[in-house]
């Protein structure tokens, strides 16, 4: 199989879909991999490394799209992206598609097979390509909130762990998976007085257990969520449905009547975020204020940490990569059920049924089942 790898082109966003490393391994499966010039120039790696393991150089994403089988990348393609996608191709990336209209509408248009690393699954249930950018982004949530309290940045001038006499601030994280249990080690590890709001028994009582008493675990409740939120000096919005749309838990009335300079950041944003108030933002620009609430809602947060994100990505998504190409996707789709739980879009049809729902689009759904020969 072919392989394409294009430079991502999202604002401040330096991953890449394929290392090196990666590219050799395919090579050494018998594949044929292309990279577009500078597609790993952000992290670190030149031309001359992606030639050394095996790829050939093209100096546009318009000979990456036009000559690959396959397309490997890290984040949803913007339109003009889209606009270069044809009939049969498969596309292999975050597509995060129930916020996202126009880039549904487009990649049905576009007749591709359209794999989403987000809804992937393991034999647990679990979300393997999801997972590290969640553990990557739980960490930089807490890095993002301390620096947007600081007062140069309109926040209300707190430090986490506050000094000996001065009381820390206070972190209210609204969801316990990955990313609120990695949120939580960064806070808690700084000194902050940490709450954890989440709806699943089973991951409080393992909450309990990871961090005893130096965080609290709360059940989820209306009445416990406005009292912790309106408490908090810095609100971690960490709520993820797998595929659909993140439900506004935090209304704009909360935000009305938290602490002027309070500080949100909201890790839900790839899926249309957990606050009522928010939009997603850039790197460039990542914060603006509603009702005196620093919002911070970038989102490819783990972007900035480009390296260490593309490595952890590429670990997880290379044996998906590798049996795409060596059993073709109707082959690799139909042995893994966990793999076929990705497919959302394929020959003009919706197959993920969150996102036909998010988008009241039922009448292009199939099941994914049914899509495969």
Request: glycine fraction near 10%; hydrophobic fraction near 45%.
């Amino acid at each position: 199989m072919l392989i394409g790898v294009p430079k991502e082109i999202k604002n401040h966003e330096y991953r890449v879909g394929m290392v090196p490393a990666s590219v050799r391994e395919l090579v050494h499966n018998g594949h044929e991999v292309i990279v577009q010039q500078d597609a790993g120039i952000g992290v670190g790696f030149s031309d001359q490394d992606y030639i050394d393991a095996g790829a050939l150089v093209y100096p546009f994403a318009t000979d990456i799209f036009a000559k690959a089988e396959m397309v490997v990348k890290v984040k949803e393609p913007l339109t003009v992206e889209r606009a270069m996608l044809r009939e049969g191709q498969i596309l292999f990336t975050y597509l995060h598609l129930a916020p996202d209209l126009a880039q549904t509408k487009d990649l049905i248009d576009s007749q591709a097979i359209c794999i989403a690393y987000e809804t992937v699954t393991d034999a647990r249930g679990g979300l393997p390509l999801l997972a590290p950018m969640s553990e990557v982004a739980g960490r930089m949530a807490i890095q993002a909130g301390a620096q947007t309290l600081e007062k140069s940045n309109q926040g209300c001038g707190l430090l986490l762990g506050g000094v000996p006499g001065v009381a820390p601030a206070k972190v209210v994280i609204v969801g316990g998976g990955m990313v609120g249990n990695n949120a939580a080690q960064m806070a808690v590890g700084l000194g902050a007085d940490v709450t954890i709001l989440d709806r699943n028994i089973e991951t409080l009582r393992n909450l309990n257990i990871q961090f005893g008493n130096t965080a609290k675990v709360i059940y989820s409740t209306a009445d416990a969520l406005e009292k912790e939120v309106l408490a908090a000096d810095l609100v971690i919005g960490a709520v993820l449905i797998p595929g659909a749309a993140a439900p506004k838990l935090i209304t704009r009335e909360h935000i009305a009547h938290m602490k002027a300079g309070a500080a949100i950041v909201d890790v839900a944003i790839d899926q249309g975020g957990c606050f009522e108030t928010s939009h997603a933002t850039t790197h460039q620009d990542p914060t603006y204020i509603v009702d005196e609430v620093v919002h911070y809602c970038v989102a490819n947060m783990p972007g900035a940490v480009a390296r260490t994100s593309t490595f952890a990505l590429n670990n997880a998504t290379l044996p998906y990569i590798i049996k795409i190409a060596n059993m073709g996707y109707n082959a690799a789709l139909k042995s893994d059920k966990g793999l076929l739980n990705g497919l959302n879009v394929m020959n003009g049809k919706l197959t993920c049924e969150s996102v036909a729902e998010a988008h009241q689009m039922q009448s292009y759904y199939v099941p994914a089942e049914a899509m495969i020969k």
